[in-house]
């Protein structure tokens, strides 16, 4: 072929090649631009399938996808080749970006992984919406990625593209990336380019090291990556049934590893233990309040129970058992004491709440990593009442305190002398953890921005007009403070008389 093209294009260079197809970087002679032209040498059932694709494809319209500017059928010498004029993007690909990244800077951080799967996910979502019906790529590698000279996130190469819903069988793919059902004949579905979109992060936490399908394993990746571990298992089970709905559930995932401190590599999992100095003083009824209130501000939340409370455990075990091994007592998630006789590492929550009864040694029990992950920190939450004769052999100097069972002046009282210098939340009267409860919501509020910045999803709307008037109730209190010291003063003064 001389290096006039239809006489339309001139042949720059040629980009890459197989048996039965060349791809060219052309320059369109006009317009002075530069296209790139696949040309398809094959059986008459080959090029039919080729054809299908192409008008498959060539009304889409995004900005992440090349646009297909022409279609020439009967070239060549033997009138037996298809041409597709594409969109040339000028940058380069994924794998060759990450391997650039990993020589230059020795990783990638969370905040591009993110970034890259959240702008791969947006057009997906747009291939999986079009025209109603949904167009599946089958094909998403590392090598049909492709970053331009800004950093945009481009998808190519739709030769494996099939409409959605369409009963179509699948038996192509790329090795590593595609998923088990494509070498299966199963028909195509959503959630075979979501395990693709899960190894491709696989890909980049990895340094572009995947090398075989025993490979697909979290094992060797290092743990600044543990933010993303739950999404890559979702994304690559076995049984797409059991991945990810929708690939828009993936990308608000990504978002949210960002929004909350997966760029700074912050702890984003909780552990709060909860133990109490006495038995009878309420950490049960605590703990649910707390997972009720987590629940009802959608924060994902675990309630783990080391209590020895034999009521409670015959209440869980009656609820509904989930497939992950939890119970869903009244939509609270609770893993009973199994005495790790049976694994929970199907359950993945942000904050993992310990019934520890009257002992903290008790959350030792408790295999953390296999509900949090590797990056998790730990709250603990001591509850004591007014007498606390006992309270200071068990406590540990980082201890938040919580008091349970006294007013709101023996709280005051309490907060200024014997836990001085400390953290301390009052617990109202709670009759039934499983009601609304605004003074502890209140409470709860506090707690959560003191402690849990991580994971906090942002301020709440009003959120100055509510601290301005939670300041002015404790402006209100300075008198209670001061008759208290007041008191203390006199009783002082009466010890010295003596």
């Given at each position: 072929?001389?290096?006039?093209?239809?006489?339309?294009?001139?042949?720059?260079?040629?980009?890459?090649?197989?048996?039965?197809?060349?791809?060219?970087?052309?320059?369109?002679?006009?317009?002075?631009?530069?296209?790139?032209?696949?040309?398809?040498?094959g059986s008459h059932e080959e090029s039919e399938r080729l054809l299908n694709?192409?008008?498959?494809?060539?009304?889409?319209?995004?900005?992440?996808?090349?646009?297909?500017?022409?279609?020439?059928?009967?070239?060549?010498?033997?009138?037996?080749?298809?041409?597709?004029?594409?969109?040339?993007?000028?940058?380069?690909?994924?794998?060759?970006?990450?391997?650039?990244?990993?020589?230059?800077?020795?990783?990638?951080?969370?905040?591009?992984?993110?970034?890259?799967?959240?702008?791969?996910?947006?057009?997906?979502?747009?291939?999986?919406?079009?025209?109603?019906?949904?167009?599946?790529?089958?094909?998403?590698?590392?090598?049909?990625?492709?970053?331009?000279?800004?950093?945009?996130?481009?998808?190519?190469?739709?030769?494996?593209?099939?409409?959605?819903?369409?009963?179509?069988?699948?038996?192509?793919?790329?090795?590593?990336?595609?998923?088990?059902?494509?070498?299966?004949?199963?028909?195509?579905?959503?959630?075979?380019?979501?395990?693709?979109?899960?190894?491709?992060?696989?890909?980049?936490?990895?340094?572009?090291?995947?090398?075989?399908?025993?490979?697909?394993?979290?094992?060797?990746?290092?743990?600044?990556?543990?933010?993303?571990?739950?999404?890559?298992?979702?994304?690559?089970?076995?049984?797409?049934?059991?991945?990810?709905?929708?690939?828009?559930?993936?990308?608000?995932?990504?978002?949210?590893?960002?929004?909350?401190?997966?760029?700074?590599?912050?702890?984003?999992?909780?552990?709060?233990?909860?133990?109490?100095?006495?038995?009878?003083?309420?950490?049960?009824?605590?703990?649910?309040?707390?997972?009720?209130?987590?629940?009802?501000?959608?924060?994902?939340?675990?309630?783990?129970?080391?209590?020895?409370?034999?009521?409670?455990?015959?209440?869980?075990?009656?609820?509904?058992?989930?497939?992950?091994?939890?119970?869903?007592?009244?939509?609270?998630?609770?893993?009973?004491?199994?005495?790790?006789?049976?694994?929970?590492?199907?359950?993945?929550?942000?904050?993992?709440?310990?019934?520890?009864?009257?002992?903290?040694?008790?959350?030792?029990?408790?295999?953390?990593?296999?509900?949090?992950?590797?990056?998790?920190?730990?709250?603990?939450?001591?509850?004591?009442?007014?007498?606390?004769?006992?309270?200071?052999?068990?406590?540990?100097?980082?201890?938040?305190?919580?008091?349970?069972?006294?007013?709101?002046?023996?709280?005051?009282?309490?907060?200024?002398?014997?836990?001085?210098?400390?953290?301390?939340?009052?617990?109202?009267?709670?009759?039934?953890?499983?009601?609304?409860?605004?003074?502890?919501?209140?409470?709860?509020?506090?707690?959560?921005?003191?402690?849990?910045?991580?994971?906090?999803?942002?301020?709440?709307?009003?959120?100055?007009?509510?601290?301005?008037?939670?300041?002015?109730?404790?402006?209100?209190?300075?008198?209670?403070?001061?008759?208290?010291?007041?008191?203390?003063?006199?009783?002082?003064?009466?010890?010295?008389?003596?």
């Amino acid at each position: 072929m001389d290096n006039r093209f239809y006489e339309k294009y001139e042949i720059i260079k040629e980009l890459a090649s197989s048996n039965h197809s060349k791809i060219y970087l052309v320059r369109h002679v006009i317009l002075d631009v530069y296209r790139v032209a696949k040309i398809f040498t094959g059986s008459h059932e080959e090029s039919e399938r080729l054809l299908n694709e192409a008008h498959l494809i060539k009304n889409l319209k995004h900005p992440h996808i090349p646009v297909i500017y022409d279609i020439e059928q009967n070239i060549g010498e033997d009138n037996d080749s298809i041409c597709i004029i594409e969109e040339y993007i000028d940058g380069k690909s994924l794998r060759q970006y990450v391997n650039d990244e990993t020589e230059t800077n020795g990783c990638l951080d969370i905040h591009e992984i993110c970034r890259i799967g959240i702008e791969l996910c947006c057009i997906l979502e747009y291939l999986h919406s079009f025209n109603g019906e949904g167009i599946l790529h089958m094909d998403i590698k590392p090598d049909n990625i492709m970053l331009d000279n800004y950093g945009k996130v481009k998808l190519i190469d739709f030769d494996n593209a099939v409409i959605a819903g369409c009963g179509m069988q699948v038996n192509n793919g790329s090795l590593l990336f595609a998923a088990p059902e494509q070498y299966s004949g199963e028909d195509a579905v959503e959630q075979s380019d979501i395990y693709s979109v899960g190894m491709v992060i696989l890909f980049m936490i990895s340094h572009g090291k995947i090398r075989t399908y025993e490979n697909h394993n979290l094992s060797g990746a290092a743990e600044r990556y543990s933010v993303l571990y739950h999404l890559i298992n979702k994304s690559l089970h076995h049984q797409w049934g059991l991945r990810y709905e929708s690939v828009t559930l993936v990308r608000e995932e990504l978002e949210s590893i960002m929004k909350m401190g997966g760029g700074t590599f912050e702890k984003l999992s909780y552990v709060i233990q909860v133990a109490g100095e006495k038995p009878g003083i309420g950490v049960t009824n605590a703990v649910m309040s707390m997972a009720h209130f987590f629940r009802n501000n959608q924060y994902d939340c675990v309630v783990v129970d080391k209590s020895g409370n034999d009521y409670l455990h015959r209440e869980i075990v009656r609820s509904t058992l989930m497939p992950e091994g939890f119970y869903l007592y009244d939509n609270i998630k609770v893993i009973p004491d199994y005495y790790n006789a049976i694994s929970v590492n199907g359950v993945r929550s942000r904050i993992v709440i310990i019934d520890c009864g009257c002992d903290f040694n008790k959350s030792r029990e408790v295999k953390i990593t296999d509900i949090t992950g590797d990056n998790y920190t730990c709250i603990r939450v001591f509850i004591v009442g007014k007498a606390t004769h006992c309270s200071g052999k068990k406590m540990d100097d980082k201890d938040i305190i919580m008091l349970n069972l006294v007013g709101a002046r023996q709280f005051y009282e309490l907060v200024n002398s014997v836990y001085k210098g400390k953290k301390c939340y009052r617990i109202p009267c709670i009759y039934n953890w499983n009601e609304a409860n605004p003074i502890f919501d209140e409470t709860m509020n506090d707690f959560l921005q003191d402690n849990l910045t991580g994971i906090m999803k942002g301020y709440r709307p009003h959120r100055i007009k509510e601290c301005i008037g939670r300041l002015y109730e404790k402006v209100r209190n300075f008198r209670v403070i001061k008759w208290f010291r007041k008191k203390k003063k006199k009783q002082e003064h009466s010890c010295n008389k003596l």
